[in-house]
C-alpha cells in the first residue's frame, strides 16, 4: 500500500501536531442559577451536580471557576413565584436580586465576563418567553419589555445580553434601546436558532419557569428545519447580533455547520440542560466514562463549528484541562 493514513496516528507527538480542532476553557461560558436570600444552595436534583447559588455562593462558584480559566459566565435567575406576572414587571424592578448579584460579581471579579438571559419566562406569571394575551403570545407588544429588560441589565454590568425569547424584531429593537441608553460596547449574543426542543426540561425545573399553558412551538423553531436557520441568521445579523446561538447543541451539530459555513459572525451552541442530565446519569450508573466522554461531547461541538459553547461541564473541563 502506497497510502497508509495510520502512519499519521503512530505517536501522540503526531497525533497533537495534526489535531484539527482544539478547545480550552476560553471556549466555555458557564451556566449559574441563581438564588435570592441568605439560605443556603440548592441542589438541582434533574442536574446532578448542579445548585442555585445564593449571592455568595455565586461569588465562591465565580473564583473557583477563573482560577480554573474559566471567565465566561451566564446568569439564570431563580424567581419566586409570587414576585411573577403578566408583563414580567420584577425584570426591570429596582429590588431585582439578578441585578445586585451581577453588580456583586463584576464588582468582585472585573475581568469576568457576564452575560444574561432576556426573556420574560423568568419573570412571567404565564411562562412563556412573550407576553399571553386570550392564549396567544403577542410579538410585538414583548418587545418594549424586552428592551427594558436589556437596558437594565447593561445598567447592572452585564457584558453580552443574551434574548433567548425568539420574537421577531427583538434584536433590533434591543440594539437600538441600548444604543440610545449610551451601552454601544454591551454585545448580543442572539439565540437565533433556538428549537422547540424535548432537552429543556431540567432547565424549566431549576428555574420553576414551565409555561402554564399550551407551548413554545409558535416561536420556537420546528426541530426538523435546518435551512429556516439561515433565515433566522440573516435577520439577526442585519438586526446587529454580534453572536449568533444555536440551541441545543448535540442534535442539532448540522445547524452549528451550516451556520458556521454561512456566517462571518462568531457562533455559540447551548449544550443544554437535557444534555447534560442524559450523560450524567449514564456516568453515574456506571455505563460511560465521564472523563472520557464528557469532553469528547464537547470537542464534538467545537468541530462543527462553535466558537463558544455554554455548558454545565464548563468547569468540569476546566479542571479535567488543566489536569490534562
Known amino acids: 500500500?502506497?497510502?497508509?493514513?495510520?502512519?499519521?496516528?503512530?505517536?501522540?507527538?503526531?497525533?497533537?501536531?495534526?489535531?484539527?480542532?482544539?478547545?480550552?476553557?476560553?471556549?466555555?461560558?458557564?451556566?449559574?442559577?441563581?438564588?435570592?436570600?441568605?439560605?443556603?444552595?440548592?441542589?438541582?436534583?434533574?442536574?446532578?451536580?448542579?445548585?442555585?447559588?445564593?449571592?455568595?455562593?455565586?461569588?465562591?462558584?465565580?473564583?473557583?471557576?477563573?482560577?480554573?480559566?474559566?471567565?465566561?459566565?451566564?446568569?439564570?435567575?431563580?424567581?419566586?413565584?409570587e414576585l411573577k406576572d403578566k408583563t414580567a414587571s420584577y425584570g426591570v424592578s429596582d429590588k431585582n436580586f439578578y441585578h445586585r448579584i451581577i453588580r456583586s460579581v463584576k464588582s468582585r471579579f472585573p475581568e469576568a465576563i457576564l452575560m444574561s438571559?432576556?426573556?420574560m419566562d423568568p419573570y412571567s406569571s404565564d411562562g412563556h418567553d412573550g407576553y399571553v394575551e386570550d392564549g396567544k403570545i403577542l410579538n410585538d407588544e414583548t418587545l418594549p419589555i424586552l428592551v427594558d429588560m436589556a437596558i437594565a441589565q447593561a445598567e447592572a454590568g452585564i457584558d453580552i445580553i443574551g434574548?433567548?425569547?425568539?420574537?421577531?424584531?427583538?434584536?433590533?429593537?434591543?440594539?437600538?434601546?441600548?444604543?440610545?441608553?449610551?451601552?454601544?460596547?454591551?454585545?448580543?449574543?442572539?439565540?437565533?436558532?433556538?428549537?422547540?426542543?424535548?432537552?429543556?426540561g431540567p432547565f424549566r425545573d431549576a428555574l420553576e419557569s414551565a409555561p402554564k399553558s399550551g407551548d413554545k412551538k409558535?416561536?420556537?423553531?420546528?426541530?426538523?428545519?435546518?435551512?429556516?436557520?439561515?433565515?433566522?441568521?440573516?435577520?439577526?445579523?442585519?438586526?446587529?447580533?454580534?453572536?449568533?446561538?444555536?440551541k441545543p447543541a448535540l442534535c442539532y451539530l448540522d445547524v452549528i455547520h451550516v451556520l458556521k459555513t454561512h456566517s462571518n459572525l462568531p457562533i455559540a451552541a447551548y449544550n443544554v440542560s437535557g444534555e447534560y442530565a442524559m450523560l450524567k446519569a449514564a456516568c453515574m450508573n456506571g455505563w460511560l466514562d465521564y472523563d472520557k466522554a464528557m469532553p469528547e461531547m464537547l470537542l464534538s461541538?467545537?468541530?462543527?463549528?462553535?466558537?463558544?459553547?455554554?455548558?454545565?461541564?464548563?468547569?468540569?473541563?476546566?479542571?479535567?484541562?488543566?489536569?490534562?
Open 301 to 324: 461541538i467545537r468541530r462543527a463549528g462553535a466558537d463558544a459553547i455554554l455548558t454545565y461541564f464548563a468547569k468540569d473541563f476546566a479542571q479535567w484541562y488543566k489536569n490534562h
Open 163 to 200: 434574548p433567548s425569547d425568539m420574537m421577531d424584531g427583538r434584536v433590533e429593537a434591543i440594539r437600538d434601546g441600548l444604543d440610545d441608553h449610551g451601552y454601544t460596547d454591551v454585545s448580543i449574543m442572539s439565540y437565533t436558532a433556538k428549537y422547540a426542543s424535548a432537552f429543556y
Open 1 to 81: 500500500m502506497l497510502i497508509r493514513p495510520r502512519r499519521n496516528r503512530k505517536s501522540p507527538v503526531i497525533r497533537d501536531m495534526i489535531q484539527e480542532t482544539h478547545l480550552s476553557p476560553a471556549n466555555l461560558i458557564y451556566p449559574l442559577f441563581m438564588l435570592d436570600g441568605t439560605g443556603a444552595k440548592e441542589e438541582i436534583k434533574s442536574l446532578p451536580g448542579l445548585y442555585r447559588l445564593r449571592e455568595k455562593d455565586v461569588l465562591k462558584e465565580v473564583e473557583q471557576s477563573i482560577e480554573l480559566g474559566l471567565k465566561s459566565f451566564v446568569l439564570f435567575p431563580a424567581v419566586a413565584e
Open 117 to 119: 438571559d432576556v426573556a
Open 218 to 246: 409558535t416561536y420556537q423553531m420546528d426541530p426538523a428545519n435546518k435551512y429556516e436557520a439561515l433565515r433566522e441568521a440573516d435577520l439577526d445579523e442585519e438586526e446587529g447580533a454580534d453572536f449568533l446561538m444555536v
